[in-house]
């Protein structure tokens, strides 16, 4: 009869049907898979397709062998057409070997001289030069090699710190990581970690603090021996005994290096050969730590100002041992108070006897 099915062909129809559920999921999943891949794929072509604004020239050449000679020759920068410019007329020249403060209020253009010294943007008018040569005619790869940076906000992959450190220098040795590492004075910290420097840094791992990202970073940057040193407020981060810590090995390793210095505090750019101090772009002081304090400008100004701050800290915590001591007094009072009552209280209970 019409409709009928036998034993046999529901037992098969019923497998038949088990057996196609999973192509089936399968499927839905593949196609599911290649809509996301096709999508991450769009976004990752809208990058690649970007043609970036600073690129190398045809004729560009290769800065070989640095000696890491910095100059500024009448700099004006602006980032945008008919924006304010961030730099104007700025001039320095930093020798081989030389440090170069600088000093600025916020917003006064101290990332914007590290910017075009590593040409991020190159400058509107006047030259940076390299040893002589115009930034915008040598080659990305041999300008930013010649150089150690260390941005203002540092940024680290979810890798371990060992990989963070190498990824400017794949080739360095362990032992050039080690000693990058006591440099930027974070090595005891590290070797604490369970895995020192394997230990996963980001979303997997561990998350660093503000002072610690920085010296992985300032590692990083001085972990293949650049001719030009570029800290961008790089110790902002870190208490100032540490900071004094980390300057004192810095000395050593920066001695034969150029090096740019942008700070907020001075105590970061007392040292330095020469210090530039900007005001809305414009450099309005220049001269050594005793030069600028004798020009009683801003630089006189910032510094008395931390001077200040640096001396009522210390009279803050001086007050609070005392406030300790007073209160391991008051308490060591009470003890004996205590005691003396305890003993009064006998003696009252000895004479009620
Ligand atoms: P801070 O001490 O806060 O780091 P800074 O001295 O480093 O300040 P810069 O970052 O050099 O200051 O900025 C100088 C000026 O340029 C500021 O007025 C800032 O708003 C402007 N500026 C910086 N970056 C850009 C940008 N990408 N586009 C437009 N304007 C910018
Ligand atoms: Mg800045």
Same mark, same amino acid.
């Given at each position: 009869?019409?409709?009928?099915?036998?034993?046999?062909?529901?037992?098969? #129809?019923?497998?038949?049907?088990?057996?196609?559920? =999973?192509?089936?999921? &399968?499927?839905? =999943?593949? %196609?599911?898979?290649?809509?996301? *891949?096709?999508?991450?794929?769009?976004?990752?072509?809208? $990058?690649?397709?970007?043609?970036?604004? +600073?690129?190398?020239?045809?004729? !560009?050449?290769?800065?070989? /062998?640095? @000696?890491?000679?910095?100059?500024?020759?009448?700099?004006?920068?602006?980032? &945008?057409? *008919?924006?304010?410019? !961030?730099?104007?007329?700025?001039?320095?020249?930093?020798?081989?070997?030389?440090?170069?403060?600088?000093?600025?209020?916020?917003?006064?253009?101290?990332?914007?001289?590290?910017?075009?010294?590593?040409? $991020?943007?190159?400058?509107?008018?006047?030259? %940076?030069?390299?040893?002589?040569?115009?930034?915008?005619?040598?080659?990305?790869?041999?300008?930013?090699?010649?150089?150690?940076? %260390?941005?203002?906000?540092? #940024?680290? #992959?979810?890798?371990? $710190? @060992?990989?963070?450190?190498?990824? *400017?220098?794949?080739?360095?040795?362990?032992?050039?990581?080690?000693? !990058?590492?006591?440099?930027?004075?974070?090595?005891?910290?590290?070797?604490?970690?369970?895995?020192?420097?394997?230990?996963?840094?980001?979303?997997?791992?561990?998350?660093?603090?503000?002072?610690?990202?920085?010296?992985? &970073? +300032?590692? @990083? !940057?001085?972990?293949?021996?650049?001719?030009?040193?570029?800290?961008?407020?790089?110790?902002?981060?870190?208490?100032?005994?540490?900071?004094?810590?980390?300057?004192? /090995?810095?000395?050593?390793?920066?001695?034969?290096?150029?090096?740019?210095?942008?700070?907020?505090?001075?105590?970061?750019?007392?040292?330095?050969?020469?210090? $530039?101090?900007?005001?809305?772009?414009?450099? %309005?002081?220049?001269?050594?730590?005793?030069?600028?304090?004798?020009?009683?400008?801003?630089?006189?100004?910032?510094?008395?100002?931390?001077?200040?701050?640096?001396?009522? /800290?210390?009279?803050?915590?001086?007050?609070?041992?005392?406030?300790?001591?007073?209160?391991?007094?008051?308490?060591?009072?009470?003890?004996?108070?205590?005691?003396?009552?305890?003993?009064?209280?006998?003696?009252?209970?000895?004479?009620?006897?």
């Amino acid at each position: 009869m019409l409709g009928d099915i036998t034993t046999g062909d529901l037992v098969a #129809f019923t497998s038949y049907l088990g057996i196609l559920t =999973w192509p089936m999921i &399968a499927m839905g =999943w593949v %196609v599911n898979v290649l809509q996301r *891949g096709a999508a991450s794929m769009g976004r990752i072509n809208r $990058i690649l397709e970007v043609t970036p604004e +600073i690129a190398d020239h045809e004729n !560009a050449v290769e800065l070989a /062998e640095p @000696r890491g000679e910095v100059e500024f020759r009448g700099v004006t920068f602006s980032y &945008a057409e *008919g924006l304010e410019p !961030a730099l104007a007329d700025v001039s320095f020249t930093v020798p081989r070997g030389h440090t170069l403060g600088v000093l600025g209020r916020t917003g006064s253009g101290k990332s914007t001289v590290c910017n075009l010294l590593l040409r $991020i943007h190159e400058a509107t008018e006047g030259q %940076v030069l390299i040893d002589g040569n115009d930034v915008t005619g040598l080659t990305l790869s041999s300008l930013r090699g010649a150089i150690g940076y %260390v941005p203002q906000d540092t #940024f680290l #992959f979810s890798d371990t $710190i @060992r990989e963070n450190i190498r990824f *400017g220098a794949p080739e360095a040795s362990d032992e050039r990581v080690t000693e !990058a590492v006591r440099i930027a004075g974070i090595l005891d910290e590290i070797e604490s970690f369970p895995d020192g420097l394997d230990t996963l840094v980001g979303e997997r791992g561990v998350t660093l603090s503000g002072g610690q990202k920085q010296r992985v &970073a +300032i590692a @990083r !940057a001085l972990v293949h021996a650049p001719a030009i040193v570029v800290l961008d407020d790089a110790l902002s981060s870190v208490d100032t005994a540490t900071e004094e810590r980390i300057q004192q /090995e810095l000395k050593g390793a920066l001695e034969n290096r150029t090096s740019v210095i942008v700070s907020h505090r001075i105590s970061s750019i007392k040292h330095a050969d020469e210090t $530039i101090v900007l005001d809305e772009g414009r450099i %309005v002081e220049r001269g050594t730590h005793e030069e600028l304090v004798a020009q009683k400008g801003l630089y006189a100004n910032i510094y008395e100002r931390q001077l200040l701050e640096t001396a009522m /800290e210390d009279s803050d915590s001086a007050e609070e041992q005392t406030d300790g001591e007073q209160q391991a007094d008051r308490e060591e009072q009470t003890d004996r108070k205590q005691q003396t009552d305890g003993k009064q209280q006998t003696d009252g209970e000895q004479q009620t006897e």
